[in-house]
């Protein structure tokens, strides 16, 4: 059931990225399964190394230490966005731990993250004339504590040009109001890490990511996570 959700989605016109950790291309390169992919939207891996995921036959990719990270390019705006992973979360130790984070700083770059408290977060880059980028953000209800760790879980954020909305295992855990950017700038980004001014490394392994230039429907991310629990 999983393998046709996962097909279907790497299908999907609006896939830019669909990372499902299997077959790996080498022990450095994630193949990127979207029909459309571009060359640069293959995944680095930086340290991180092979782990099991959700069935005994299901690869995935362990985060452990401050270093460890894949990196990738979307180098085409987008005005939409749904962002997508499968986790199991080791621990929250930094005030923002991160998913998935630009480099740039720019009007309209993400940072998809958890928060120690346990909320899910998306901020956006927003230029206020000032001479460093403010971040807008929307957090989810907390919702991914203690007991969640060690878990399976489903993460997802989408954005329809004005509205953020947060998912837990395919139910909905928070929404407000967002500006809307000129466009949303994924550039070159990295998943489990940030080499920013603050440590944000995710302590978690990961067996699925995508990233599309759309907003999905709560039911299809709904069916997304029907078709994808262990």
């Known amino acids: ?32 399964t979207a029909a459309s992919a571009a060359a640069e939207s293959e995944g680095s891996i930086v340290g991180a190394e092979s782990a099991a995921g959700r069935w005994s036959q299901k690869h995935a990719l362990g985060f452990r230490s401050e ?33 998935l984070c630009s480099d740039s700083q720019s009007a309209g770059a993400l940072h998809w993250l ?9 901020e956006i880059g927003r230029d206020l004339g000032r001479r460093y980028t403010d971040w807008e953000a929307v957090n989810s209800r907390i919702a991914l504590t203690s007991e969640r760790y060690g878990q399976w879980l489903m993460l997802a954020t989408t954005f329809d040009g004005k509205t953020i909305r947060h998912y837990l295992n395919g139910e909905l855990i928070g929404t407000g109001a967002s500006f809307t950017p000129p466009a949303l700038n994924v550039g070159t980004a990295e998943l489990g890490n ?27 991310i709904a069916r997304l996570f029907s078709a994808g629990k262990p």
């Not at 958890?114 to 998306?122: H, V, Y």
């Open 1 to 32: 059931e999983w393998r046709a959700a996962s097909d279907a989605l790497s299908r999907d016109a609006a896939t830019r990225v669909h990372f499902i950790f299997e077959p790996m291309k080498s022990a450095h390169q994630i193949a990127n």
């Open 67 to 99: 270093a460890d990270r894949v990196r990738f390019t979307v180098a085409e705006p987008m005005h939409a966005l749904t962002l997508l992973a499968w986790v199991r979360i080791g621990d929250l130790p930094h005030q923002h731990n991160s998913l």
């Open 114 to 122: 958890i928060t120690k408290r346990g909320e899910l977060r998306l």
């Open 194 to 220: 940030w080499r920013g001014e603050v440590q944000r490394h995710l302590p978690a392994t990961m067996d699925e990511f995508a990233l599309l230039d759309r907003a999905m429907s709560d039911a299809e």
